[in-house]
């Protein structure tokens, strides 16, 4: 039963109809028993230098069943195997002496002097793999080694590090370089022409809904270029998770990200002005190159890094308070934006305990109902039109999330008492409140 199913029910009933459809940054955190015992088997047999059983004890912790994102097999006494990537086939082989690992990105029909620089720049970034091309001008990523030296820790930074680049870089080279063409990737799942309609028209809809705000709405974006800022970086990580983009748009949205955050001596006026830039220019976009970016994959590494809960709650510390004045002078768009920075900066950024990924999914099906109602989720949390809220629902669901949660987290006791229904930005603010209560110490 997904989580899903859990959060968007209908009449107090977990619903069968919901679609197969999912939020956010794919993390590899969130890992069976089972995998944790593999890789317990892979240090000990690298350690009796049993490399082979090592390799194979490794690749069956990656795998996670539920993902079915790694395959293996032994062949003429090595063993073969495949590792799903995003948009990419990881394909390595290994035996007694050495392994060796790669992934296809794009071919090259011209030797361009262009992208081929590209590459040997990027090369000078990279620590295990190396970019080059392969007999049939493929653009390839490589790593290779020795397997005594392949101890379980090498191979997963390794690996993972040519799997992040491979996937990032296929659609962004073949969009910048008209001589580089895509390779077939039959792995990948296309999505239905309704979801890709929903979530075209809700990443148009959003973009123009903000943009107005900041150009026509009450705020002065002179005299208040922090609000104008959480309504941006708010929009930002919303559609990150929401519509889970691939290719140009993801990259669109993390160089959005690193612009605002970079220490370059620019004002917040001018980063407001540089992001009002970059969101225009997607709204230019056209359909079709949204719609061929939108795919389901699936993902063996994570790009966010595993924090703690006091990471989370001491951003709430840090930022909540600066709702009080926005909500006290009529401006519940930009409190709403801060509470939204919250729970999108730890989703962007970090790979957060799975109780706070489901909750924070939660407040987004609470705080954009139209858009899961027309993706085909059965939610009932919150009716916009009358600012009336489905209690009963809101506090099931979160008893739900704690009870699946329990055995991990026995500690975990929301207070629920503490939530605020008396309009959005208020439950928002007391929702996060109630999670930065949490006792989340791990079982032992």
């Avoid at 039109?385 to 809101?394: G, M």
């Avoid at 979160?398 to 008396?422: E, G, H, T």
Wanted: net charge negative; aromatic share 12%; with cysteine.
């Amino acid at each position: 039963m997904s989580i899903f199913d859990r959060l968007f029910r209908k009449k107090s009933e977990l619903s069968e109809n919901n679609p197969n459809i999912s939020f956010g940054r794919f993390s590899d955190s969130y890992k069976q028993t089972r995998q944790y015992d593999a890789w317990d088997v892979a240090l000990e047999k690298f350690k009796k230098e049993d490399y082979l059983e090592s390799c194979e004890a490794f690749l069956n912790y990656l795998n996670d069943e539920r993902e079915d994102n790694v395959k293996h097999w032994r062949e003429d006494g090595e063993i073969k195997f495949e590792i799903l990537q995003g948009s990419k086939v990881i394909s390595g082989k290994a035996n007694k002496k050495k392994i060796r690992v790669e992934a296809k990105i794009a071919k090259a029909n011209d030797l361009n002097i262009a992208f081929m620089r590209r590459m040997v720049e990027r090369n000078f970034g990279l620590n295990y793999s190396r970019f080059g091309l392969d007999n049939e001008n493929n653009i390839t990523i490589v790593f290779d080694s020795f397997t005594l030296d392949a101890s379980p820790y090498k191979l997963y930074y390794a690996i993972r590090e040519l799997a992040v680049n491979a996937d990032k870089h296929d659609d962004l080279l073949i969009d910048e370089f008209e001589e580089l063409q895509a390779l077939e990737n039959n792995h990948l799942i296309d999505l239905s022409e309704k979801e890709k309609s929903v979530k075209f028209d809700f990443i148009i809809d959003k973009i123009k809904s903000v943009l107005a705000d900041i150009e026509n709405g009450k705020l002065d974006a002179n005299q208040y270029p922090g609000g104008i800022s959480y309504l941006l970086l708010d929009l930002i990580y919303k559609l990150d998770f929401l519509t889970k983009p691939e290719g140009f748009m993801m990259e669109a949205l993390e160089r959005m990200n690193r612009l605002f955050f970079a220490k370059d001596g620019k004002s917040a006026e001018q980063k407001n002005m540089i992001l009002q830039k970059e969101m225009k220019a997607l709204v230019e976009r056209s359909k079709e190159e949204y719609f061929k970016e939108m795919y389901r994959v699936k993902t063996t590494f994570g790009i966010t890094s595993p924090v703690t809960h006091e990471r989370v709650s001491g951003l709430i510390d840090e930022v909540l308070h600066h709702m009080d004045w926005y909500n006290e002078n009529d401006h519940e768009n930009v409190a709403l934006a801060i509470s939204g920075y919250i729970v999108g900066n730890c989703l962007f950024n970090y790979a957060v305990a799975k109780p706070i990924k489901e909750l924070y999914t939660l407040y987004y099906g609470i705080v954009e109902p139209e858009y899961f109602h027309q993706l085909g989720f059965e939610s009932d949390f919150y009716n916009s039109s009358n600012n009336s809220f489905n209690k009963k629902e809101i506090n099931a669901s979160i008893k739900d999330i704690v009870s699946k949660n329990k055995k991990m987290y026995p500690s975990m006791a929301p207070d629920l008492k503490k939530l605020d229904f008396k309009r959005l930005s208020d439950f928002t603010k007391s929702f996060l409140l109630m999670v930065k209560g949490l006792n989340l110490t791990r079982a032992e």
